[in-house]
């Protein structure tokens, strides 16, 4: 795991959108892993002025989001198809057909969930998953508890993380109590891992999943065991930490060809 500490959400959405121009330049045809919430907003907002000021293309691109609320009807604003199709596809020049999410408004969720794992599999697994943390460490909606090895499956939210969103809704009772999310053995299966988490309400579980046991009652700790796994996180989000300062030392000695 590389932790690295950086002074603002700002500068951590440049550095992931580093990895990712690098990526889609060498790898036209990359797949994404695509993550919702605020934390990747600032990835998106640079990959949109690159796009537009810096040609940066991504015609040949795939994109895989990572989790789907279930019961919210077609084309509501808060589902994540229409999160990422706002955020990210409609800012790029990737093809809309190209970008799919999870289908929490299938009739037989299981086979749509087998299915949505499989279409990952055929477009050549995930080359990088942009990902946020919960409060309560949970990555996608796994939340904690999940199965370190689970795949695309249907959860219930805890009471915490439906608080934590409702501020996206209208109000508490509007936010579903399922959904439809990559498992964290999906997750783990893509080939580069960037988490990106900002602010002081992410403090606790950025150090609990970084420092602490690996755990399935924190499931972003399962990236201790990824080959490839970035952390990207600013001074409020690093303050318990116990070992800043060896991240810092690390960051600032590493040679700039390595890129992340
Ligand atoms: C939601 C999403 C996660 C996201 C988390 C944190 O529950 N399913 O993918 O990481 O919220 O959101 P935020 O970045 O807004 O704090």
Avoid at 85 to 105: C, Y
């Amino acid at each position: 795991m590389e932790v690295i500490i950086l002074p603002s959400s700002k500068e951590i959405g440049v550095l992931a959108a580093d990895a990712i121009e690098e990526l889609v330049r060498r790898k036209p045809g990359a797949v994404l892993g695509l993550a919702t919430g605020s934390s990747p907003l600032p990835i998106y907002d640079e990959l949109a002025r690159r796009h537009d000021e810096d040609g940066l293309s991504f015609t040949q691109a795939h994109g895989f989001a990572l989790d789907e609320y279930v019961g919210l009807p077609l084309g509501h604003h808060e589902s994540y198809r229409e999160v990422i199709r706002r955020e990210f596809t409609n800012r790029m020049d990737i093809a809309a057909a190209n970008v799919h999410g999870p289908d929490g408004t299938a009739a037989d969720i299981l086979a749509a969930c087998d299915a949505y794992e499989e279409a990952i599999k055929a477009a050549g697994g995930v080359d990088l998953q942009i990902l946020g943390v919960g409060t309560n460490g949970h990555i996608g909606f796994n939340e904690p508890g999940s199965s370190l090895a689970s795949r695309t499956r249907i959860k219930t939210l805890q009471e915490q993380t439906r608080t934590d969103n409702a501020r996206f809704f209208d109000s508490l009772e509007d936010v579903p109590h399922h959904v439809v999310t990559q498992g964290l053995g999906t997750i783990m299966d893509a080939r580069h891992v960037v988490l990106v988490a900002s602010g002081a309400g992410k403090a606790q579980a950025v150090r609990d999943f970084i420092e602490g046991p690996v755990t399935a009652s924190c499931p972003a700790s399962v990236l201790q065991f990824h080959p490839h796994a970035t952390i990207l996180v600013d001074e409020a989000a690093a303050a318990e930490l116990t070992m800043a300062a060896q991240y810092r030392q690390t960051y600032s000695s590493k040679p700039a060809w390595q890129g992340l």
